[in-house]
């Protein structure tokens, strides 16, 4: 049984031949011409970290927050074609109708962030920080997570969070528990907190594959818990690139997104969302200079639509997030042309014993956002 459902996922994701011996021009105008087709019945959302290829035929570019809300506002489209990673298109199909099909147009554009925290092991977790601090925690947890985990927390009375409003999120949760349980990226759940005056000393880590606490305080000081996930590509950026940095290019400044480090954001001279590093870059001086600590698609493109500022990657050999670029000009082509035949593949739909709970945890954010 579990070998059959590996080959139905394979078949599923791997793509027939003829699309890599279609050149770039033929494939767009394919796409063009089923887009027309379909009209508003099609929506393709894209997340600024797609590559120009695919981003260009996006309907509405934005961040996961942005996304998240467009999907929820849109009734007519009957397919929605969604190019970011499999959490955001989770997030979609929780948020819109039971009539509307969303497609991610590659199954493997997963996020490695996500895959940190997995529902078995925020059980037991949560088992034993009950056991430490009884019914004192809220869980938040990042959109960058799976449905389950959102479904979690929601049943738990908490709320989902995305980089553009944890600090809101996180002084809402203050006024609900005395303790807070972030999941899955210790370091945006740090960032956020000690840029609200909680001290690292009130932080513990909860490392969930060794089911163990990583704090040497007293359990009771702790305000925080830290699951122990990262997004490896924000993990990237390092306090000797700003070292080198500040050293080579005294006049540049440094924009970074709060998955970083804990050392690589206070080092930095501004820190936030992909809104914020976008709107931070759209409204500086011309003749500026920006080193930019995020995903590299973004980066780029940043650099090409402002040729009057100069921005390079804080990291000079910084790669784009993998998972993200699985979704390029063949898989948006061959989704949309399964579509135009009556067939929809790559479907995400989320069971609704679960997406009842992890709807109430997105519309708490959605409510404060
Ligand atoms: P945003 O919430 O800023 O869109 O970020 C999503 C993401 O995957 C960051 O790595
Ligand atoms: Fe996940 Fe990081 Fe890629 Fe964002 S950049 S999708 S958090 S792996």
Redesign the pocket.
Known sequence: MEVLDVLEIESEVSLPKRYSELSQEEMEARILEIKAKFGDRLFIPG???QKDEVIQFADAR????K?AQICAEMPNAEFIAFCG?HFMAETADMLTGPDQKVILPDLRAG?S?ADMADIDQTELGWVKMQEIWGDTILPLTY??STAAIKGFVGKHGGATV???NAKKMLEWAFTQKERILFLPDQHLGRNTAFDLGVPLEQMAIWAPIEGEFIYDGDFEDVKVILWKGH?S??EKFNIKHIENLRKQEPDTKILV?P?CTYDVVQASDYNG???FIIDTVENAEPGTKWAIG??MNLVNRLAQENPDKEIVSLNPFMCP?LT?NRIDLPHLLWSLEKLEEGEVVNQITVPEAVAENAVLALNRMLERS
């Open positions: 997340h600024h970290y934005g961040d996961s927050l996304l990673v996020c962030m959109v960058n995305t980089s553009s997004c590509v924000h997104h998955e969302s992909t809104s995020t995903e997030c993200m």
